[in-house]
C-alpha cells in the first residue's frame, strides 16, 4: 500500500519561504514520476510543479521562477521549495506519485500553506 506524507506547511508572511517536503512509503518511486497539486480556497485543485523519473521539471506558469521541485530517491522523498510567498499561494498542497496521468493514481493527506499580505 503506497502512503504519501507531506509536511512543511505553515504561515508565512508575503515574500518569505517554505519547504515542503512529501515522504513516501509502501514503494520505491525512484521510476516513478510526482507532483505537487494545490487547492485553493473555492477552487479545483491544481498542478503545479512535476518531476520526471529522468529529473525533468514542470512548474505552472504563476510559480515558475519562484518554486522549485526536487527528489531524493535514496529516501523516498519529493520536495517542493517555495520562494517569493504570495497571498494567492495560499492553498492546500497535495503530493501526487501519479499511475497514469497527473492527478490520477496516489495522494497525501495535504498541508496547508497561509501567506499573509
Known amino acids: 500500500q503506497v502512503q504519501l506524507v507531506e509536511s512543511g506547511g505553515g504561515l508565512v508572511q508575503a515574500g518569505g519561504s517554505l519547504r515542503l517536503s512529501c515522504q513516501a512509503s509502501g514503494s520505491s518511486f525512484s521510476r516513478k514520476a510526482m507532483a505537487w497539486f494545490r487547492q485553493a480556497p473555492g477552487k479545483q485543485r491544481e498542478l503545479i510543479a512535476s518531476?520526471?523519473?529522468?529529473?525533468?521539471?514542470n512548474y505552472a506558469d504563476p510559480v515558475k521562477g519562484r518554486f522549485n521541485i526536487s527528489r531524493d530517491d535514496a529516501k523516498n522523498r519529493v520536495y517542493l521549495q517555495m520562494n517569493d510567498l504570495k497571498p494567492e499561494d495560499t492553498g492546500v498542497y497535495y503530493c501526487?506519485?501519479?499511475?497514469?496521468?497527473w492527478g490520477s493514481g496516489y495522494w497525501g493527506q495535504g498541508t496547508q500553506v497561509t501567506v499573509s499580505s
Open positions: 518531476i520526471a523519473r529522468i529529473p525533468v521539471t
Open positions: 501526487n506519485v501519479p499511475t497514469n496521468s
